[in-house]
């Protein structure tokens, strides 16, 4: 008998950025809010493979939705690779070039921020597909 391989694409259309940052989740949160006039309000833990918890918090608006994800835990990190990373910043839906720009320009210049990124690397995004 034939083997059927089936073949499952999973859906990455979104914009994910890494951010480099000590400051603690709450913290971080607080100071994108104020300073970017967003409204990130906790939520239930990123739960990664039923064995670790991700803080994590959401800013709903109209037609979008964005997340701000710890990337460590007590336990670990969500991407073992990019240790570097404290923090994910998650838009539901892909950004043009111009507010991509804009928001690492916004995000950098808090003075806290280390560094921050686009990530478009296709096997880190799938990390993120719930």
Known sequence: MAKKLLRVSLDTTFS?????????DFRFAWTINRH?????????????????????YVYQLDLETIYLFANKSQSGF?????????????FENILDKKAKQQ???????????????????????EHFVF
């Open 36 to 56: 970017l006039q967003l409204d990130f309000k906790k939520s239930n833990p990123y739960i990664k493979e039923k064995k670790q918890e991700f803080s994590q």
């Open 103 to 125: 928001f690492l320009y916004k995000i950098r210049s808090i003075e806290y921020v280390l560094t921050a990124f686009e990530e478009e690397n296709r096997q880190i995004k």
């Open 78 to 90: 969500i991407i073992t690779k990019m240790k570097h990373v404290d923090y994910w910043i998650l």
């Open 16 to 24: 994910l950025f890494g951010i480099s940052c000590h400051l603690k």
